[in-house]
């Protein structure tokens, strides 16, 4: 079985077990507030150009996104989603379960725009009754996003203005960052989204490490306090410095680009043959996620060999399905995957 | 000012008023365990032909929405609601507050069918990442619906079995329930609807009362313990017997059911008058609240006299809006209003 | 029998029916925002000489104590009170229940004293876990307290005080707050507790109101979207005009006052013929709850015709009952029961 | 700087790392359904001798008491704690951000009593106003407690016995419980604590692993949909496999139990030694974690080469640490501890 459902299915990428291996023994400070948590934060801080950013490690998605969000939101607020959104659909109800409503707007690709974002703030306004609705104070996006979209820098740069505009925080789940800033699409860099939203993580989990998300922190008034909020949602990892060593192995010598490069070269070869197959797909990703449309037959027949994630029917015939690569998909694994998908609507057309 | 925005304008039935002034200097316990409690109770339950019903008093639709649903519901799991239902938009995500998200599904008229709530239980079963999503494990319906509509029995019944199959509670929002069973268009009973839900509750706020629902549980799993959650969520109200007074006083000689029937009445006039008038609707509504699209310029002249609720622009030189009826409506305002809607139409028309 | 066992066995002083009834059939805007709470918030500016302070009117006492502490405090932020407080026994975890906990410490007699707040506080911070710590940025005090203490205006004003210095918001509980201003040992008016705490509430329920209590805000960041709250916590009545109506009535005339003095001045009467006697107190209360101790077998016999609470087992033959007044309280009652009680514990003694 | 200020100061068993890297680039489900975690679940309930026990892993011990509790109460229910109680001093209130109350009960020793539980729950029914109460529904021992000491057999027993007979859950947070068990005044093993709890966990963060906590539920009510709670709370690591596989490492070969003797006996190494030289406790813990009260001029010196844990002032001139071995402590640590405090203590003296 050769794995291509999710980005998640290996362990991480070696250089990390190094150094977890060199550092094993040696004593540290608990929570986070040891010495290789603190270069990391400082690696960080350079990368996103961020000199005053706050840092801070956390160890999967969900909690991440609960602890940022709860940590912005006063009770009576809630959070403009994407329908599509991750907090939305698939945190079984998490951030609910925080007391936050995420405030859902339809999308066809998953992505936000600044006009949705300022229609809905305005119309909430707008509304004699507004106090009787959940009163909207931040935009979270997800970059790429579920569906494997991206922003480009213009439309980050418009929604970021609609919310300063009206004095609601910008939050951007990069849980796939490294994904979406390797794409050929891609015009933006870590200091770009640094300076485009109040707050944004850069994801390991599915980008070569073990576990650990990245959140970095511009605006001041999210920075205060934060570590209680880590702490309630369960997020603050006695052995802290697991998350900092990670983060540490992944952003010496330029490896977090090269591996997310490596993981969008191998997505755009697996579109572009797919491509050349006349294989359409449910939605135009330039990211590592691929969706395409296949006969029902074809996937049964692919299902034995490979694991992949239903996506959604198309018609009666054919169905979307997703499939990932990563950090450690290989390339004949691609290739054999492509070998069959062509093999099989081959014999499927006679 | 004669105002049509909604059905709470007034204070209540004189009959109200008269029993609180007899029973004022009564001593009876506090916290709903007082006689005139239990005598109400036992009236609804005899109203709703269900002996074993559990029958709670509670002050307000906000409070008792997020009382019912949270009494019923564990962490993980979720409420099903149509898009437009009052817990979804109009309450200030006082659900999601008490950890519970609302499971939108929109629809035309306000109305879930037993289709579409099939097709979400069984999708949300048949997604291999259901754990990752929150469980449904409730149905909310309002009857009327936030748009006037309301269910035919047949329609509630078939909702009721699709709830029952797949273990689900069903409640019934019923703030406005006397106007809806007041509808020409209706076709159930309080016992009817006793039957075919787990729990629904009889408004008193909008038809009649100073404030106040009547709770009318079935389920014996949602009996147990149901008054701590009245306490936790600050519906215990001290001088309970304020609201079994109340509900006495709307039970005896059928005057609920009479009070209700006279502002469907007036609203049937007003919807027919109006439609003699060509104007059409933005919903066709059978209960209190009716919904005409009418020019803005017509508009912003009743505005001077009359006070109703803006609901939707339609297009460029037209909008819709609620005008309610209730319990208190005088027929000389409708007549007014009615008048004064022709004059601004014909004038408009020259 | 006669009901000592609460300050809300009655309905309501007879002006607020009168009133209700004069303005029944008026139409008014829902929610709060009518005419009748506008004219009481600007009484009660008037009575606290607070012409800034914001004026709120909600239902009861729980909802109004959670509504106030979720409204001030963020997610890991908690609440210091008394272990006796309202909040920390009887609202069957309410406050937990919007997500936050009640810091609770021990106190003889239901008051919290400035060096106990200062030393929880300043302990907190001198920790260096004090982030793995839920955060206290609140102090709930009640006024009188639930044991029927009251706080002296130095006592209050060291403990403002305290709070400034810290950074953290005062917040007194008014449920019975007429009984303790007007009791004989009480150096505080109305405007001495508007100024020395960021918010607090003047109890109608328990003096002299069907229902209702009226939050009075002074500090600037607590005014800030409270409606929001009322709403998403089920305040928001929605024929909002009966709070205004009722505390209109009870705040013209000095009505609040006199009533509050009629209680007080009975329940010195009870206290002192009961000091008489020998009776002991379990605890020095000098307000409108007396806490008698009384022999079992006394206690049995007197609740053939006569209500009160149980307090607590004081030895093996003895108990402490609660007794309160109020203002609807019948001094002939009193007389009786102060007969009663000197004839039974005469029978006891021979 | 040599460190005892707690059990999570290095990395983790060798054998660990080493699985890890063999298993690294092998292909997994995600979320804890693959092989790995299924074998370490099936070694965990040979253990446990509970062939029917639900085994799931998470990651942090917080995270595991919150989505552990949350997942077992309904929302007016609260948990019995001492109140020195992790989940009621050191989780920034997360079980309350839950909707949660602690019901806390004074101990001298953090170790709860069946005469202390059944004292709390049946006052708490015997009271007329228990609605208006949290209700208690579950009892949260920690073994060992927060102050080192352990639960004999027949304690625990007692406390299950009352459980049961009053339909309360047993929960037993075992953080630490390999040290508990592997004390020389132990009685129980894995299989009892299996058979008079509901639900317990296994530690691995503080007792050999990066992280990582193994809950174990026997009774029927809390296994049906945990998978959901887990998500909600955050606690569902995308690469699950390393929680099996780490668990894995740590029950092979006895290694759990080789690894928890180690560091219990160079605590009572410390503890004897500490004993000898006259140094006395602030509690008499049996385990890894002691408390010796030493001259504040000693562990001012002491602090410049060793880390300890300040517990509490004992006198003016006193004071009480926590010194903590764990799997990885070094035998010549403890020895070059005990020379410097005898030496301190010895200049002390003259």
Redesign the interface.
């Known amino acids: ?3 291509f ?2 980005d ?5 990428h ?1 250089a990390i ?1 190094e150094r ?2 060199e ?8 929570y986070g507030e040891d010495v290789y948590c603190a270069a990391a934060a400082e690696k960080i801080r350079e990368l996103c150009a961020a000199p005053d950013a706050a840092v801070h490690f956390l ?5 991440t996104n ?1 602890t940022v969000i ?2 912005a939101l ?3 607020q ?1 959070v403009i989603t994407a329908a599509s959104g991750h907090i939305n ?6 951030l ?7 405030l ?1 707007i339809e999308t066809p690709d998953g992505k936000l725009t600044a006009e949705q974002v300022a229609a809905y703030v305005d119309a909430h306004y707008a509304d ?2 507004f ?5 909207p104070k931040m935009v979270y996006l997800s970059n790429p996003t579920e569906l494997g979209t991206i922003y480009k820098k213009e439309e980050l740069a418009a929604l970021y203005r609609v919310c300063k505009e009206r004095d609601i925080y910008l939050f951007l789940d990069g849980a796939r960052l490294g994904y979406g800033l390797a794409s050929r699409e891609n015009d933006m860099t870590f200091a770009d989204i640094a300076a485009l939203t109040d707050v944004f993580y850069i994801g390991g ?2 980008v070569g490490a ?2 650990g998300e990245a959140v970095v922190i511009t605006d001041e008034k999210l920075k205060q ?1 934060f ?3 880590i ?9 802290g410095r ?1 998350l900092g060593i990670q983060f540490l192995a992944l952003f010496e010598e330029n490896r977090y680009q090269e591996i997310s490069a490596h993981a969008a070269r191998l997505a755009e070869k697996l579109k572009d043959e797919l491509i050349k197959m006349n294989v359409t797909f449910y939605i135009d990703s330039p990211t590592n996620q691929q969706f395409p449309v296949l006969p029902d037959a074809v996937l049964s027949k692919l299902s034995e060999n490979y ?1 992949f994630a ?1 996506q959604a029917r198309v018609d009666e015939t054919r169905s979307a399905v997703r499939l990932c690569t990563c950090w ?1 998909t290989r390339e004949e694994h691609v290739d054999a995957l492509l070998g069959d998908i062509r093999r099989l609507l081959d014999t499927e057309e006679e």
């Open positions: 079985m050769i794995r459902n999710s998640y299915t290996e362990g991480c070696p077990l977890l291996a550092t094993n023994f040696e004593q540290t400070p608990g160890v999967g998605g969900t909690q609960v709860s940590a006063r009770h009576y809630g659909i698939h945190e079984t109800g998490a609910e379960a925080c007391g936050h409503k995420c859902a004699e009754s106090e009787h609705m959940a009163q989990t599915k073990l576990f306090d570590r209680y909020n702490k309630q949602r369960g997020g603050m990892l006695a052995k697991l694991a239903y450690a």
